[in-house]
């Protein structure tokens, strides 16, 4: 899949897994995932012939209700807003869109696969049409039918990005007129020549320029069916009409979401989701430590608890207590950690000269980061990425404290010593105060000046995510995670001029030169562009000509879960747990 910013904001981590062992074959661990990369030569899977119920899990019972807990605050569950990995994950349990990801195998690999569309769509000669079509009797969580206009309309509202800021932006990039339309709101209604549904069962989506992931793209939940008379724009994540085995009993933001099943749902139409236990409550926004030894003591309602952060450094050795280590499960992730800066405020040899300056080894030791869940990196795309290669441009593999005085000679020669690098911080967490302070140190003592701004966590993400923010480093995305598996979910979204408009930027680049040669890079036949090493070299080239963002680190899951919960595995195209198989031992 895919995709997007990391979903972690507080400084979590991972095990030192060598002396743990990998999670035992009967709690659905990764076993043989527990180290090393992902495969870096995984091309991409379809099965178009999918079909509905799921394939059973062994040994599920129903009953009972998981609670979720976790550090990290979603900022939305708004499907059109949506695109964090959490709240993607999350909201697969109760939103069914066009695709989804079928896992696979012993490794869980993901598989793309119809789900509310008959089929992973059909093309056009011209490659400028896609044509879907749609299951029929799909009916919402309150009984009422699914229609082929909502569908239509759920693309339509994608568009009104000034709402749903935090949202993809490949519809507005690749959409027929895409550029132009401004969502259902405006003065000119919902007419919008990006989509058409000629009929109750067909969705065809007209395009501007050839897309041949949209299949994949599909899988967003802005894909989601939302009747028009439904929409409540703000206020739609609280109660949303679901379509998925789950439904929502109550929202409140930044706090608790809980699920309960849906009577509507019919499983027989999907290929990828049970409805094992009675509901799922998630609290966001704890402090990690002390959820996770509630997780790891697993007494009373705990051992019916997970969360999806990564293990806290400091709890590894617990794990060699008992079969504790049978409560970690491990696995690959898509995802990528950078620390971005604003080119349009920070004059290049200064970017230059903060990375002379930045302390990687000391953030590392005070993150809790480890090699085997955080692994340092020298590029920008992960290594899932079909086609990646390792390169490391000199000084820059998220390794070592830096040099003060190299970067103060750096910026002596560029007449900028003194220069003010500002970004935001959670005051309300331990590790991130910490973290900022070590930056601050390290850049005050290489001649920089520091503007170092505290927000509570539950603000963090609204805050960062504001591309103009008063600040020139750390907006998000911090991180990202591949879309699909290809080179196309990262520089086209990350580098090109329109991704600042579209909240996405990394490094708020606007260089038309570069959008040139992404555009170029883009229309490769994938096949081509793999040959090539296209994507790659390219991502060496940003790195070495524009510097956006340093690199600091791969990730890979390591999350805890109490000792009453199976089927715990992870979601190699998520890096998460896949929430929709779980189910109680002792219900």
Not at 164 to 177: A, C, T, V
Not at 195 to 205: A, G, H, K, M, R
Not at 490 to 499: E, K, M, T, Y
Request: proline letters at 8%; hydrophobic letters at 35%.
């Amino acid at each position: 899949m895919q995709w997007k910013r990391i979903t972690a904001v507080s400084a979590t981590v991972m095990l030192a897994a060598v002396a743990c062992g990998s999670p035992s074959s009967n709690n659905g661990g990764t076993g043989g995932d527990s180290g090393g990369q992902t495969n870096a030569t995984q091309t991409k899977v379809m099965d178009e012939s999918a079909k509905g119920p799921a394939a059973e899990v062994d040994g599920a019972k129903k009953g009972g209700t998981v609670t979720v807990l976790s550090d990290v605050t979603p900022s939305t569950f708004d499907p059109t807003d949506t695109y964090y990995t959490d709240g993607f994950q999350i909201q697969k349990l109760y939103l069914r869109s066009l695709t989804q990801y079928r896992l696979d195998g012993p490794d869980h690999k993901p598989v793309l696969v119809p789900d509310l569309a008959e089929d992973l769509g059909k093309v056009s000669d011209d490659k400028l049409t896609w044509t879907f079509k749609l299951k029929k009797g799909i009916k919402y969580s309150d009984g009422t039918d699914v229609k082929a206009e909502d569908y239509a309309y759920s693309i339509k509202r994608s568009f009104a990005h000034d709402l749903y800021n935090n949202g993809p932006g490949y519809q507005i990039q690749y959409f027929l007129d895409g550029d132009k339309f401004k969502g259902p709101y405006g003065p000119n209604g919902d007419s919008f020549a990006g989509v058409e549904t000629p009929d109750d069962s067909t969705l065809v989506i007209k395009l501007r320029k050839p897309f041949g992931d949209l299949p994949f793209f599909a899988a967003f939940p802005l894909f989601t069916p939302i009747p028009k008379a439904k929409d409540t724009k703000d206020a739609y994540q609280s109660k949303p009409l679901a379509t998925g085995p789950y439904m929502v009993q109550s929202l409140n933001p930044g706090a608790e979401l809980k699920l309960v099943k849906n009577p509507n749902w019919d499983p027989n139409t999907d290929p990828v989701r049970h409805q094992y236990v009675d509901g799922f409550n998630f609290k966001f926004g704890l402090d990690t430590l002390k959820i996770q030894n509630q997780i790891l003591a697993s007494t009373g309602p705990d051992a019916s608890a997970m969360t999806y952060s990564n293990i806290d450094a400091t709890l590894v050795p617990e794990l060699n207590n008992g079969n504790k280590k049978d409560q970690l499960i491990q696995g690959p992730a898509t995802c990528n950690r950078m620390f971005p800066m604003d080119t349009r405020k920070i004059p290049l040899p200064v970017r230059k000269a903060i990375a002379a300056a930045y302390p990687y080894d000391t953030e590392r030791k005070v993150a809790g980061w480890t090699s085997l869940a955080e692994p340092a990196t020298s590029t920008y795309m992960s290594p899932s990425v079909p086609g990646w290669e390792n390169y490391e441009v000199p000084g820059l593999n998220g390794k070592g404290d830096g040099d003060p005085a190299k970067a103060k000679q750096m910026l002596e020669e560029a007449n900028a010593v003194g220069f003010e690098v500002s970004w935001y911080y959670s005051n309300d967490q331990k590790i991130a105060t910490t973290r900022s302070q070590v930056r601050e140190q390290a850049l005050v003592k290489a001649g920089f000046k520091v503007k170092a701004i505290g927000v509570p966590t539950a603000k963090i993400r609204e805050v960062t995510g504001d591309q103009n923010a008063p600040v020139n480093t750390l907006k998000s995305p911090v991180g990202w995670c591949s879309d699909w598996p290809s080179g196309s979910s990262w520089a086209p979204v990350l580098f090109r001029s329109d991704a600042i408009e579209l909240g996405n930027s990394v490094g708020q680049l606007t260089d038309k030169a570069l959008d040139a040669e992404i555009d170029k890079v883009n229309q490769l036949d994938p096949e081509e562009a793999l040959k090539t090493k296209a994507w790659i070299k390219l991502d060496k080239k940003i790195m070495e000509e524009y510097l956006p963002a340093l690199p600091i680190y791969q990730s890979r899951s390591a999350f805890l879960v109490g000792t009453n919960i199976g089927h715990p595995i992870n979601d190699p195209s998520q890096g998460l747990p896949e929430f929709t198989s779980l189910f109680l031992k002792q219900p």
